[in-house]
């Protein structure tokens, strides 16, 4: 139980993956100017991870340890292509969104990250858990970016009209440079919220 | 160096984790191919129903049922063409069109009357084009500025305030706005040219 809230807390704020240990900023910054894109983003990154971590945990005594990375990328690789034709079959729309960041879910340094840093050395229920909580920590920043990105850009949340006519859209904030600014925000603000307890830190890239 | 042994395992281990995961993956692939091949077509028909100014909303039965009722599809030289017919006579036919937008290529479908002498809607189906800005091409207001719009021979798009000018621009968007007029009249000039040739 311990572990598990250990887990929780390094995953959204500790060791957050995109504010803490700077890994997905590649995607952060290309998919988080819609909501709705960030969430199914999200929500693919949290499955890809978890299932990943699961599958390098399950067969972790029985991978000989040199060749281990190249069985992490085809484990991972596997589940992204899952995710991509699953997105395809049944949201052609996000699909298109999307465009061709799903297919690089496989260089997201996240899961990587967490298959050589958690998955390899833990049992598989708690790395499932690691990677889901991960994936969390990676969503809730991408969805904090697109609802400011989305609001001052379109004047929308999630595809829904909220600001009113007058609101003249702020259209850098869609376009690439607004995700930089916004990301440097974010990992601004959460350096003076959550302060480095010492200068260890968790899985470094 | 590694003694043979270290070698021959890993090389299995790897094989036998490729091959399984190889065949979910191909299962997987083999098992919903229809069903994307399905939702490309639905994408096609309902552009195509949208050039041609007809319904082209509702569920993808009913897309299906509208599409082969009213729409035939001909091969002509390698390009295919939708007619649309009704009680046995030509209303429309639709052409799907590729040409360079401002940061890559755009594609789509332009309806014509079937005397080719108007335009009656212009569709994009793919581009790439900045969201917010040149992506609003994809917004109705302005796709919808393209219906029953007159050919004309050398430019039938023409950007307000110009002479003439028939199609409000994006405002910001000046470039992916030009590309998109640029495209759709030259398309017309080949397409003129075309089914001439291919006396349609």
Redesign the interface.
């Known amino acids: 139980m311990n572990e598990i809230i250990r887990v929780f807390k390094a995953g959204i704020y500790k060791d957050n993956p995109v504010f803490r240990q700077i890994l997905g900023i590649c995607s952060s910054l290309a998919v988080t100017?819609?909501l709705a894109n960030s969430f199914v983003m999200g929500v693919g990154l949290m499955f890809v991870t978890a299932f990943s971590s699961l599958t390098v945990s399950v067969?972790r005594q029985?991978?000989?340890k040199?060749?281990r990375m190249?069985?992490q990328t085809?484990?991972i690789s596997?589940y992204v292509?899952?995710l991509d034709?699953?997105l395809?079959?049944?949201f052609?729309a996000m699909s298109?969104n999307l465009g061709p960041y799903v297919g690089l879910i496989i260089t997201n340094c996240i899961i990587m990250g967490r298959a050589e840093a958690f998955a390899q050395n833990n049992k598989p229920f708690i790395s499932f858990f690691d990677g889901l909580i991960m994936g969390l920590g990676y969503t809730l920043v991408l969805m904090s970016v697109a609802f400011v990105r989305e609001l001052l850009?379109?004047g929308s949340l999630f595809g829904i009209q909220v600001l009113g006519d007058n609101w003249v859209?702020w259209?850098l904030m869609?376009?690439p440079p607004g995700a930089f600014f916004m990301i440097g925000i974010v990992i601004w603000v959460t350096s003076k919220w959550f302060p480095k307890e010492e200068e260890k830190g968790g899985a470094k890239a | 160096m590694a003694s043979k042994k270290?070698i021959i395992?890993?090389v299995m281990?790897?094989l036998l984790?490729?091959i399984l995961?190889t065949s979910?993956?191909a299962f997987?692939?083999e098992s919903?191919k229809s069903?994307?091949n399905e939702?490309?077509q639905l994408?096609i028909k309902r552009s195509v129903l949208y050039v041609l100014n007809m319904e082209s909303t509702g569920s993808g039965d009913e897309i299906n049922q509208r599409f082969d009722e009213l729409i035939t599809v001909r091969d002509v030289n390698g390009t295919l063409v939708y007619k649309r017919l009704e009680n046995g006579v030509a209303t429309g036919y639709a052409l799907a069109y590729t040409g360079k937008g401002l940061w890559g290529s755009i594609s789509g479908y332009i309806g014509f009357s079937p005397d080719f002498s108007s335009v009656l809607g212009v569709d994009f189906v793919?581009h790439s084009e900045?969201?917010?800005?040149g992506g609003r091409i994809d917004e109705p207001w302005f796709k919808e500025q393209f219906r029953e719009i007159p050919v004309d021979d050398l430019e039938t798009i023409v950007i307000k305030p110009s002479d003439g000018g028939n199609i409000d621009g994006i405002t910001?968007a000046t470039l992916t706005t030009k590309a998109v007029v640029n495209i759709v009249n030259q398309f017309i000039i080949d397409t003129l040219a075309f089914a001439k040739e291919a006396n349609l």
Request: charged share 10%; aromatic share 14%; glycine share 6%.
């Open positions: 100017n819609f067969i029985f991978t000989p040199h060749i190249m069985v085809l484990i596997a292509i899952i034709i699953f395809k079959a049944y052609p298109k850009g379109f859209n259209t869609i376009m | 270290k395992a890993p281990f790897m984790i490729t995961y979910v993956l997987i692939n919903t069903i994307i939702q490309e994408r793919s900045t969201p917010g800005l910001g």
